[in-house]
């Protein structure tokens, strides 16, 4: 680990540890106050996330969209400062934090039922609010991949640990881990909207343009009787804390034989979660990064096709 790596972790830990006394609705405040100096600095992060919005959103004016990004980008800002808060903070403090739980039915039915739940958990609202309901009440494992700074990975790991969750690696050893866990009837977790590595994925429609996505899902419905839910924490309206809400999937996502079938399912889910407050998801992530005529390895790739010039050619 580098020098800059380690006053990096070193600020960002003290930074989580200060903020984990925080209340929602204060941290809140917070990402408010800073979010014009970081429209200004971010310059990456606004770009991709107005490139993402006119895809999403194509129908509304520019003075629509220009706010739609500030509050996208305010929603992203209180995500990072609520991890000191979901990680450090007072268990009790956290579970207070959430409201209410909506569809947790879905859950309960299928384990009385005898079957695992795949939770897909797209990145909207707070997922680690999620990780830690989910790790407070059932048996629950998920992926972890390390972070690029290593002295944050102990801190990361038991943040998302304390409650109870079990996390495997992002290997053929987790995979075998996750289809253990489903065979106890337990609770597991997949991000259906992080871009997988070639070879990993098929292209299916996600708000009306091809993104590549994990073909994870059907191997592990096709090897066990779990159910398929999408679930999410979402940002209560007064920004005092979140409702959990798990949401029946769409059905496409239990097509075993057809794997692009399956990844349109998991793209259909992600869209009905997100229209649950479609500025709670996290536009900024470049979904669309890898693009159809791609191919692994061609030499002298740099920047993909959706963002250097926009849907259509159109540059943006």
Known sequence: MTMKDNWQARLIMRLWQVLSQRTPSTLWRLASRFEPVYSLIGVRERRITRMNLRQAFPEVSEQTRRQQIHDSLRHSIATMMELGFAWQGDPEAVEKSIVEVHGRELLDEARAEGRGVIVLAPHFGNWEILNFWLSSHFPFTAMYEPPKISALDPVIRHGRERMGASLVPTTSRGVAALLKALKRSEAIGILPDQVPDWGSGEFADFLGYPAYTATLLPRLVSRTNARVVT??????????????HFLKADERVYAQDDDALSARGVNASVENAIALDPMQYQWE??????TPGQRENVPGWREQRFYKQGRGGRKL
């Open 285 to 290: 992530y470049k979904r669309y990064r890898r």
């Open 231 to 244: 679930g999410v924490a979402r940002r209560r309206e007064d920004r005092r804390g979140f409702d959990i």
